[in-house]
């Protein structure tokens, strides 16, 4: 695994109130949660994705933020080579072990933030950034991107629902849950309190067409997955908002979430619809010829 990494560039491209604070190491001890309990991204929108952008199948792909390449793998054939980008070590080296045990050569993993990745100018065919915009430097990354990518090249933002967030008796249970949760382990500050405000104030899709890329497009993929609560429990390990660490010293049946006696969990079987969605960019989100 190779580091690419270099001094911030001086721009001051951003919105000072739109810039959030992730702290490193949020995932630290979750890569083995965040690859089995993440769910994957349809079929049909990786497909989807891969027409509409007309990959020659000869360039590069970047997914950065990659987790443990949720969008990395399915894409890679599309590519000679597919760069894997996360800050967080453990998920580098996720990818790494499982490029190696694929036989999927052309996955290159690379440690390093968004911000201070280093590539040359025109390097990538298509750039995509899954579930992971918000936490990034949004302005200046847009920026990059649009330096990174040859002449036609797309960037997808691709999003996906949570299963705490929805409108479901048992997703508000969920949500409750988890509040009380981070605040008996202190784990309130770990994600900024606002995170969703710039956003709000400006969506995603905006702020690549205000660093010069032509207008974007959403593109939605509905599917349906029936979560269990050992699911459940899994997924809660693989966020970045609990104390992976502290929880890890209790031993294996850490992985089991207990609950006080208060809460009400969801049925073994809840069904949640959830939404996946390129909430911009495929044709739509290019950069000029």
């Not at 991204?41 to 997914?63: C, H």
């Not at 992985?255 to 069904?271: F, G, L, Q």
Request: with cysteine.
């Amino acid at each position: 695994m190779k580091k690419h990494v270099r001094k911030l560039l001086p721009k001051g491209l951003g919105f000072m109130d739109d810039k959030l604070h992730f702290a490193a190491g949020l995932y630290q001890g979750t890569a083995v949660y965040y690859d089995r309990y993440r769910l994957p991204y349809p079929e049909a929108m990786t497909e989807d994705l891969i027409a509409r952008t007309g990959v020659s199948g000869q360039g590069r792909l970047l997914d950065l933020a990659c987790g443990t390449g949720q969008l990395a793998f399915p894409l890679r054939r599309s590519f000679a080579e597919a760069w894997a980008v996360d800050r967080e070590p453990d998920f580098a080296q996720m990818v790494q072990a499982k490029a190696d045990k694929l036989g999927a050569g052309n996955i290159r993993p690379v440690t390093a933030d968004a911000e201070t990745l280093d590539a040359e100018p025109g390097h990538f065919e298509l750039a995509v950034i899954g579930n992971a915009f918000h936490r990034l430097d949004r302005d200046l990354v847009a920026a990059r991107l649009l330096h990174w990518l040859r002449p036609g090249g797309c960037v997808a933002l691709c999003w996906a629902d949570v299963p705490q967030l929805g409108d479901r008796e048992w997703q508000r249970a969920l949500a409750a849950l988890l509040d009380r949760w981070q605040t008996a382990l202190g784990a309130t500050g770990r994600v900024p309190a606002n995170w969703a405000e710039p956003q709000r104030r400006r969506p995603d899709a905006q702020v690549p067409s205000e660093a010069g890329f032509e207008t974007a497009r959403r593109h939605a993929f509905p599917v349906e997955h029936r979560w269990s609560l050992a699911e459940l429990a899994g997924y809660v390990r693989s966020t970045s908002s609990s104390r992976h660490r502290s929880s890890a010293t209790r031993g294996p049946s850490s992985t089991t979430i207990s609950r006080p006696p208060s809460a009400r969990s969801p049925p073994p079987t809840a069904p949640s619809r959830t939404t996946w969605a390129s909430s911009t960019t495929w044709p739509a989100s290019r950069r000029p010829r």
